[in-house]
């Protein structure tokens, strides 16, 4: 599991990416990773695909991290490595049908034409997945296990060392958290968390 | 419409929120409206099985993402050895990870016993390069005058008026005394030699590494202490809160009250190093400066003024002065500066060396051969042809 993200401000960060520090490049993989999936996810077809760039894109990045000496320098980089992979991606993908044929062709002339709809998507979950890493360490982890892993509470209080009644107490904070986040006003967001209560 | 994505997504993210506005609520209702995709754009939030499946996918994509790319890093740098790497980058068990610690440390660790016995019959080698089994430093006074320490007998060096110079039994170099004049004497240790141990007239202590100098005052007189070093030394500086203790390297100061550190200065390495080990520094260089504490190092770029702050392995740091050498995903050419330093050989390279890495620690006192053929694991090559060592693919 990736290290949670650490606070440091952008000059801090910038210092440390100057240094090739590791802790410095998950903090800028975690921030853009799902973007620039569903940026790729905009002009290949295939998921496998969008994955498969994404992490080469990341790799290159690593490959001159300490090069780079502003955000947004790391920012178009990304972008615009994922963008030829998947230009590449296309041309050699015998396979690929008629629209993302036409995708390709009109990458080289300007994406603007090209739909987004996908990034929407992107930049909605990068949100969600911003904000549940932003859960301090105990809850985050209470609330991965049992709604990722769909692990029961006896599984959870096993694998923490913690007894049954500190993992409902973890659970009713990490939802009390999560709430807070999602406001109180929003339907869809409680009765979400009371599914997942009660199923437990 | 360019850019309506960051839109809709705020659009989304608020609705998330419960805070839209009865504007910015039709505006959304609208724009799913459009179409299918866009409703289904909407749906996947806004749908709790959906969402609740949704975030699961986006956890289970990143895991493979960086599943991925872990692993084509490690590909890359190739490391010596795989348990080590993986213990830094995945989920290891605590206990698992000191197994491979363990492990990991003795395989490199040469039993200076076992090897004497050893017949080493590499037909690269066509002569081999032993270490140096003493130091060979020599002090040049005030007056231009030059002391070679390895032909000085032990005992008094030097006496001039109150100021008293000794060689002790053990290589030790003592100045006490003061003449209550300002005067430089310059300690400097050659390649090829063994770390020279140097007492200044206040009792603080200095250790100098091989192709490295320091020029000091023979008594301390003014209320500065202010030293000049090229390549490494370690310090352990008498606590004098009235004079402050300042190294100099390189356009780099490090100012001191009383503590231990460790200043590379190599003029052939990127970036000028202070360590730490007890005790409080503070390293400037122009207007930038930084204040460290034990276990921290700061790190210098030659042509830069920035000072960046890493924490770092003491123990690496300090190998040289333990008599070993110790790398931590070192690449070649930083592996080569310190071999040729120590067994003072010219290091050239034959045909393209991929990126490799190197790690564990060994022993200085092993004859260059020795240490070529662990490093030889790294898929490396060497040869030998007097004072000039190859490296070849």
């Known amino acids: 599991m990736l290290k949670s993200t650490a606070s440091y401000t952008e000059s801090e960060l910038l210092q440390q990416i100057a240094a090739g520090s590791r802790d410095a490049f998950e903090i800028i993989y975690k921030r853009s990773f799902i973007s620039v999936y569903y940026f790729a996810k905009r002009f290949v077809a295939d998921q496998q695909a969008a994955e498969d760039i994404t992490s080469e894109t990341f790799l290159k990045l690593w490959e001159r991290f300490s090069n780079f000496n502003s955000l947004h320098g790391i920012q178009s980089f990304l972008f615009t490595t994922a963008k030829n992979a998947c230009i590449n991606y296309n041309r050699s993908d015998k396979r690929a049908d008629a629209r993302h044929q036409e995708f390709t062709y009109l990458l080289s002339a300007t994406s603007d034409d090209v739909p987004a709809d996908e990034e929407i998507t992107g930049k909605v979950y990068q949100y969600i997945y911003d904000e549940i890493e932003k859960l301090p360490g105990q809850l985050k982890k209470v609330f991965k296990m049992a709604y990722l892993q769909g692990m029961s509470n006896e599984e959870i209080a096993l694998a923490l060392d913690i007894n049954n009644q500190s993992v409902r107490n973890h659970k009713a904070r990490a939802l009390k958290a999560l709430r807070d986040i999602f406001s109180d006003k929003d339907v869809y967001a409680l009765f979400l968390f009371t599914i997942w209560l009660n199923s437990k | ?393």
């Open chain 2, 1 to 393: 419409m360019p850019n309506y994505e960051n839109r809709i997504s705020d659009l989304i993210i608020k609705e998330l929120n419960g805070e839209l506005n009865d504007a910015e609520e039709s505006e959304l209702e609208t724009w799913k409206n459009l179409s299918e995709k866009n409703r289904a754009i909407v749906e996947e939030f806004l749908n709790e099985e959906k969402l609740q499946a949704g975030i699961r996918d986006m956890y289970m994509i990143e895991e493979r993402i960086w599943g991925r790319l872990e692993k084509a890093i490690m590909l890359k740098e190739e490391p010596v050895i795989t348990p080590v790497r993986r213990m830094r980058w995945t989920r290891v068990a605590a206990a698992a990870v000191i197994f491979l610690l363990v492990s990991a440390g003795t395989y490199f660790y040469f039993n200076k016993g076992t090897l004497q016995h050893t017949q080493d019959n590499n037909p690269m080698a066509k002569t081999d390069v032993a270490a140096p089994a003493s130091n060979r430093a020599m002090i040049t006074l005030a007056n231009g005058k030059q002391i070679l320490l390895d032909s000085a007998g032990n005992g008094t060096l030097l006496k001039e008026g109150n100021v008293n110079v000794v060689k002790l039994a053990d290589g030790q170099i003592v100045y006490t005394g003061s003449n209550g004049v300002l005067q430089y004497n310059t300690m400097t240790n050659p390649r090829g030699s063994q770390a020279i141990n140097l007492t200044l007239s206040d009792g603080s202590k200095v250790w100098l590494n091989a192709e490295s100098s320091l020029k000091f005052p023979v008594a301390f007189v003014g209320n500065e202490r202010t030293v000049e070093i090229t390549g490494e030394a370690y310090f352990e500086v008498a606590k004098n809160a009235s004079k402050k203790f300042l190294v100099i390297a390189n356009g780099v100061t490090t100012e001191v009250l009383g503590t231990h550190f460790n200043v590379n200065a190599y003029a052939d390495e990127e970036a000028l190093r202070v360590t730490l080990l007890e005790g409080s520094v503070k390293v400037s260089k122009n207007t930038a400066s930084k204040i460290i504490k034990p276990g921290q190092q700061t790190i210098v770029q030659q042509t830069q003024n920035d000072i960046v702050v890493v924490t770092v392995n003491i123990d690496e740091v300090m190998a040289w002065k333990n008599g070993l050498f110790s790398f931590n995903k070192a690449n070649i050419q930083t592996v080569m500066r310190q071999i040729s330093r120590w067994y003072d050989v010219e290091v050239s390279y034959e045909g393209v060396i991929r990126n490799r890495q190197f790690n564990g620690e060994m022993e200085r006192n092993l004859n260059l051969s020795q240490v070529l053929k662990a490093l030889e694991k790294s898929k490396v090559h060497f040869r030998i042809e007097g004072k000039k060592l190859i490296v070849m693919p």
